[in-house]
């Protein structure tokens, strides 16, 4: 059984920053891509930004330049920088990974405020 654990939420005034943490724990043989995602009040479900096994990352146009997604292979975790936020990045970040021979697990979400 594989656990995403998700950390680094919290609230933070336009133009801040923050950094999202998201650990994966339990038989692990290996990670495929792994990635972000956010859910604000009564929108769709969108992806922010994924990274490959041998990091090559995509972005979502509207967090490009200010967001950066990282890995580290070792520690079974990736991150999500966010710098310059806006009030229309709050929302619930949800962790992803894609584990071989598994699937896609996901993160229990937490939740990143912004005021303006």
């Known amino acids: 059984q594989v656990q995403l654990v998700e950390s680094g939420g919290g609230w933070v005034q336009a133009g801040g920053s923050l950094r999202l943490s998201c650990a994966a724990s339990?038989?692990?043989?290996?990670?495929?891509?792994m990635g972000w995602y956010r859910q604000a009040p009564e929108k769709q479900r969108e992806v922010v930004a994924s990274?490959?096994?041998?990091?090559?990352?995509t972005y979502a146009d509207s967090v490009k330049g200010r967001f950066t997604i990282s890995r580290d292979n070792a520690k079974n975790t990736v991150y999500l920088q966010m710098n310059s936020l806006k009030p229309d990045d709050t929302a619930v970040y949800y962790c992803?990974?894609?584990?071989w021979g598994v699937g896609d697990y996901w993160g229990q979400g937490t939740q990143v405020s912004v005021s303006s």
């Open positions: 339990g038989t692990i043989v290996s990670i495929n891509a």
């Open positions: 992803v990974m894609n584990f």
């Open positions: 990274i490959g096994r041998g990091g090559t990352t």
